[in-house]
Nanobody
């Protein structure tokens, strides 16, 4: 049973920073691609960032490029999303997702395992 547990969400003022963490109960974590998605009220779930199994390739959604950084530590079975210069429009529930792949995966449908989500609220 694969479990992903996010932490680190909360309330922050515009311009502030947050770091989200994802702990994975996957013995073969190094064979999994990982991504962060987010879903705001009334909107579709969208990809925020993705990273390959060894971290050699990353992808960022246009609205977060230059502000967010995705990373992973395979030795600890964890992934993280560092979020800087936060804006009110970044307010959403953020989800960690994983799928067994050595390639960069960008589509929601390609991810098999999901965390429960963590709320990020950015006040203006």
């Amino acid at each position: 049973q694969v479990q992903l547990v996010e932490s680190g969400g909360g309330l922050v003022q515009a311009g502030g920073s947050l770091r989200l963490s994802c702990a994975a109960s996957i013995r073969t974590f190094t064979t999994f691609a990982v991504a962060w998605f987010r879903q705001a009220p009334g909107k579709e779930r969208e990809i925020v960032a993705a990273i390959t199994w060894n971290g050699d390739r990353t992808y960022y959604g246009g609205s977060v490029k230059g502000r967010f950084t995705i990373s992973r530590e395979n030795a600890n079975n964890t992934a993280a999303l560092e979020m800087n210069s936060l804006k009110p429009e970044d307010t959403a529930v953020y989800y960690c997702a994983a799928t067994r792949s050595f390639l960069l995966r960008l589509s929601r449908s390609e991810y098999d395992f999901w965390g429960q989500g963590t709320q990020v609220t950015v006040s203006s």
